[in-house]
Nanobody, 115 residues
Framework: QVQVVESGGVSVQAGGSLRLSCVAS????????MGWYRQRPGRQREFGAG?????SVKGRFTLSRDYAKNTAYLQMNNLKPEDTAVYYC???????????????WGQGTVVTVSS
């Protein structure tokens, strides 16, 4: 069982910055990837940051990972109202039982950007 918990979502004004955190815990052999998706109001969940950065946030969002701590961060600068969304962390981990890869999602953290 792998638990993924996001934190750091708050309400901010446009132009502001936030850093989201994601921590994975539980029983797994190792983590092979951590990234962020987001779901904006009325839209489907979309990719944000992982091996690459989505064009919509490139130059403003930065992903960093500390695999020794099973933690990922999403630094968001120059936030815009259209960045308002629920931000989800996804963790790819190798399961203990058979070493197979599986993606695990957190419950999300809400970011609201006001103009």
């Amino acid at each position: 069982q792998v638990q993924v918990v996001e934190s750091g979502g708050v309400s901010v004004q446009a132009g502001g910055s936030l850093r989201l955190s994601c921590v994975a815990s539980g029983s797994f052999f190792s983590i092979y990837g951590m990234g962020w998706y987001r779901q904006r109001p009325g839209r489907q969940r979309e990719f944000g940051a992982g091996a690459e950065i989505a064009d919509s946030v490139k130059g403003r969002f930065t992903l960093s990972r500390d695999y020794a701590k099973n933690t990922a961060y999403l630094q968001m600068n120059n936030l815009k109202p259209e960045d308002t969304a629920v931000y989800y962390c996804v963790v790819g981990a190798l399961l203990v039982r058979d070493g197979s890869p599986k993606a695990h999602w957190g419950q999300g953290t809400v970011v609201t950007v006001s103009s």
